[in-house]
C-alpha cells in the first residue's frame, strides 16, 4: 500500500530555511506528481506546488515562487520540499501527498515547521 | 489563483444528509472535472474522499458522494454518522499545472 513518511518537527528562527522530507514506498515513486501542502494552525489547506519525481520538474503556486524549491532523489524514493527566508506565518504543519487525478491523494502524516525567535 | 469559495460550517442530525458547496470560476471548477473531496479530522492528515467529481477511492462509503454543476461542485453525505463530524476541504486542478483549495467547511452532526 501507498505510504508517505515525512521527517520530523522542526523549530527555526525567522530567516532561516527548512527542508522536510518525505520517503515513499509501495508504489513507482517516478510514477506520481507529489504535491505539497501546508496548513496554518486552525485555517485551511494551502497548496504550495508540485513535483514530478520522474523528470525532477517542478510547479510552484505564485505565493511562494522564489522561496519554495522542490527536488527529488530517486535512488531512496524520496522527495524534498525546502523553503526559505521563514517568517513566523510559515508555522504550520507540511504534508506531501502522491497525486491522484491531479488532485493530492495518498498523504504524509504532516511536519510541523514552528517559527520563532 | 483565489481559493474556492466554501461554506464555513453546515450541519445535520444523524440519518440526515447534508450537502457542501464549493464554488469556483470557470478557469478552474467549470473547466475541468478534476475536482477532490477531502475529510480531516481533528490532529489528523487529511483523507481523500472524492476524485473527479464523483468517484470514491476504494474503502469509502457510498454515504458520500460528489457533483458538479457550472462553476460550483458538491459534496453531499448521506446518513449522517456521528464519526462524519469533520472539516470538508475541496480542491480543483486550475490548469497551468496548479491546483486550488477550498476555504474548509465543518461539518457538525447534532
Known amino acids: 500500500q501507498v505510504q508517505l513518511v515525512q521527517s520530523g518537527a522542526e523549530v527555526k528562527k525567522p530567516g532561516a530555511s527548512v527542508k522536510v522530507s518525505c520517503k515513499a514506498s509501495g508504489y513507482t515513486f517516478t510514477g506520481y506528481y507529489m504535491h505539497w501542502v501546508r496548513q496554518a494552525p486552525g485555517q485551511g489547506l494551502e497548496w504550495m506546488g508540485w513535483?514530478?519525481?520522474?523528470?525532477?520538474?517542478?510547479n510552484y503556486a505564485q505565493k511562494f515562487q522564489g522561496r519554495v524549491t522542490m527536488t527529488r532523489d530517486t535512488s531512496i524514493s524520496t522527495a524534498y520540499m525546502e523553503l526559505s527566508s521563514l517568517r513566523s506565518d510559515d508555522t504550520a504543519v507540511y504534508y506531501c501527498?502522491?497525486?491522484?487525478?491531479?488532485?493530492?491523494?495518498?498523504w504524509g502524516q504532516g511536519t510541523l515547521v514552528t517559527v520563532s525567535s | 489563483q483565489s481559493a474556492l469559495t466554501q461554506p464555513p460550517s453546515a450541519s445535520g442530525s444523524p440519518g440526515q444528509s447534508v450537502t457542501i458547496s464549493c464554488t469556483g470560476t470557470?478557469?478552474?471548477?467549470?473547466?475541468?472535472?478534476?475536482v477532490s473531496w477531502y475529510q480531516q479530522h481533528p490532529g489528523k492528515a487529511p483523507k481523500l474522499i472524492i476524485y473527479e467529481v464523483n468517484k470514491r477511492p476504494s474503502g469509502v462509503p457510498d454515504r458520500f458522494s460528489g457533483s458538479k454543476s457550472g462553476n460550483t461542485a458538491s459534496l453531499t453525505v448521506s446518513g449522517l454518522q456521528a464519526e462524519d463530524e469533520a472539516d470538508y476541504y475541496c480542491?480543483?486542478?486550475?490548469?497551468?499545472?496548479?491546483?486550488?483549495f477550498g476555504g474548509g467547511t465543518k461539518l457538525t452532526v447534532l
Open positions: 501527498a502522491r497525486t491522484l487525478s491531479y488532485g493530492p491523494g495518498s
Open positions: 480542491s480543483s486542478y486550475a490548469g497551468s499545472d496548479n491546483v486550488v
Open positions: 470557470s478557469s478552474d471548477v467549470g473547466s475541468y472535472n478534476y
Open positions: 513535483i514530478n519525481p520522474s523528470s525532477g520538474g517542478a
